[in-house]
């Protein structure tokens, strides 16, 4: 006779879901998207119920245990999350499991368990033994190996296959859970009360209730004072859930709302048109810096919640959510949540319960936002589209929120609005033909005007960090009492160490990258496995002393700025400044409340933020940017200058940046001293379609990684070779990739390239299925990749 069985979705690199029998005592309290305990292959895992089947099977699996039977996701994100799963091959549960906060479920733990002591021991191992021993001979197997390095490992394998340990899995409990607070109220009044009782007694007889570190600190009085109350019968204590506040730094400013300009009110009026038809539509808005699209976006906001709908605002990079969430605080008030990684676990926990539970309408944060479950969603906004920090690329699922929060939008009947000054070239192109509405925002708002640019040859220049012009501007600025913000996308004082007598550089050993020289503190680098080292006095080659620093980073740059500037005040906000959570946000409000007269910086300087009393901007280099082996190096270059041109002159006084460079001439870089987006675009889009790059077809990078090269590059032919058997897709390499090696593993590339949507999907799964499914770690699978490093 056929059961009632669940789909369970687990968490694991797998492409399907498993059935498991349903215990009568779980029958009326597991539904779609209950989070459910289940023993898969020996583990226990957490997973999530997808679908409610009939078999008839013997043999199946019982779901052990329920861990929340409330729903985790609602059926119109199952259908979402299914979609990001067969597109961007991401195994389902994986798919899920990022849309959830981190640390909400319980996770299974490998633990060494010491049975006997071996008769002889090397030193390794008597290491590993004492260290059991002292810790009741039991410890998690990670942290033996992070104390002792990779090769314990081994050793524990040795030992467990002889008998000297067990290794056992074991379910630790959630890292976040609801927080709980003491209250205590006014029950009666007894009959003799000290004076700090009667104090207490009257502060509840005022409020009702209180919080029991609420009423200590107002009355400045011990757990004794309340412990006696309590035990008199005069109050009693009861405990009440509390949602832990990301938004305490903020404030509520009552601000006068601006008119609507003419573009601004013509733009609304099809927002709202599409809003109130409840279809599924995309909208861009093309609008120059400072031009009030953020304007758009709240009164699209304001549309939505009329109506009753939620709203998701997505931003590009985490340090941007400050500012919007201020400015949707003094809108919306208490509607709003931000839901972010940088928030602490609990934070992040009791934003995501508040966002389920439909306390809030409006969400705001990066890509990671658009995963949240916010119940009737109308409107979805992504600011600054074409930034590439929207894309995923280093976990599964290695989604793209812009495109993924169209297909949402999809899913939920929504209206997806993108905005940008420097639009993405797919995105422009698919509004140009008509598959998303564009509208334009050509001008500034009110007086305001976009700046003037000059462009410095850095090839007749004395100096190769500042030029004589951008030196000028800046003294013009202190003098006038304004503000400059300087962009250098390169953080460190040098970009390498040099030896003048042979050439020799020093690279990191794991990576095939050059050290990076830091001044604070002093040492070499490598910005990507974290590598350190002291710099050498004599070269290691030739030992040589002429030891060379060669290149220049935001320390350097700080560095000329204080010399030829010794009264100013900088900022620096670079990764290296930035490591502690909100310091960015720390940076940038001294900035805002004029602390600082400069601010120098990476891409942090160059995205969204508005400072009312910057006229200057000097892009340090602007070669950076152009020199990656990638199809889109010039849209980044214009959309990088433009960008960050647009953070100068955005009230009354006009702007002026300073565009360095040893590539004057070259179109992106002339382009974007006039803004030209259209003319830039009609440029670009021709190469990519004489090309065949998208938006012209769809790409999908394979990734092969191995620590021995032959074997990285066997693998790779033996996929290529594989590929070959499929039609309708160009495949190009294998190759080296540009950063042939990284953290100790070589890297070889295999670019797909096809013109029929979803075919390199097809392809893949019909000839890679292993590798579909993510099961073998040498080998990732990137759809729709921007980054082909």
Known sequence: MEKRCAEVAVPIPTAKSYRYSIPAQFEHRIDIGSSVLVNFHGRKLVGWVIAFVNDDKEGLKPIMDVVEARPMFTPRMLEFFRWLSEYYLSP????????????????ERQNCILISEPSSMDRLSMRIITYLKENGGKAPLKTIIRRFGKESL????????????????????????????????????????????????????????????????????????IRTLEKKGAIQSFHREEFRDSLSEFFVEQNPLPRLTEEQDRIMKRISSNLESDAFGVVLIHGVTGSGKTEVYLNAIEKALEMGKSAIFLVPEIFLTAQFTSLLLNRFGNAVCEYHSALGAGEQYDAWRRIRDGDVKVVIGPRSALLTPLPNLGLIIVDEEHERTFKQSDLAPRYNARDTAIIRAKHEHALCILGSATPSLESYHNATTNKYELFHLPTRIGKSELPTVAIVDMRSEESRILSELLKSKITERLRRK????????????????????????????????????????????????????????????CHGSKMAYMGFGTQRVEEELHRNFPDARVLRVDLDTTTLKGSHLVYFRKFKNREADMLL????????????????VGVVSADSSLNFPDFRSSERTFQLLTQVAGRAGRRNVKGEVVIQTFSPSYYAIELSKTHAYEDFFLREIEE??????????????????????????????????????????????????????????????????????????????????????????RVSIDIDPVDLL
């Open 688 to 777: 990519r379609k004489s090309l065949q790059y998208p938006p012209f077809s769809r790409l999908a990078a394979i990734t092969m990684k191995s620590k021995g090269l032959k074997e990285c590059e066997a693998l790779a032919y033996q996929i290529k070779e594989r590929l070959q058997t499929s039609t309708d897709i160009s495949i190009l390499g294998p190759a080296p990739c540009v950063l042939s090696r990284i953290k100790g593993y070589y890297r070889y590339r295999i670019i797909l390239k096809s013109k029929k949507d979803l075919w390199i999907q097809h392809v893949i799964r019909e000839t890679l299925p292993e590798y579909a499914r993510g099961r073998d770690r």
């Open 601 to 616: 910086g990476t891409q942090m300087v160059a995205k969204g933020f508005d400072f009312p009393w910057v006229t200057l």
């Open 154 to 225: 081994k050793e524990i394998k040795f030992l467990s296959k002889a008998g000297n340990l067990r290794i056992e899995r074991e379910l630790t409990p959630p890292r976040v859970r609801v927080k709980r607070t003491k209250w205590i109220e006014l029950v009666g009044k007894p009959d003799r009360v000290t004076s700090a009782q009667e104090r207490l007694l009257a502060f509840l007889k005022e409020k009702g209730e209180a919080s029991v570190a609420e009423t200590k600190r107002a009355l400045n009085i011990g757990s004794s004072v």
């Open 92 to 107: 389902i549960g994986l798919v899920i499991r990022s849309g959830l906060p981190a640390g909400v479920a319980p996770k």
């Open 482 to 541: 304004e503000q400059v913000i300087l962009f250098m996308n390169r953080r460190g004082y040098s970009n390498f160490l040099q030896c003048r007598d042979c050439g020799s550089t020093l690279r990191c050993p794991s990576c095939s990258v050059t050290l990076t020289y830091h001044r604070t503190p002093r040492l070499l680098r490598c910005h990507y496995c974290g590598f350190e080292r002291n710099p050498p006095d004599v070269c290691e080659d």
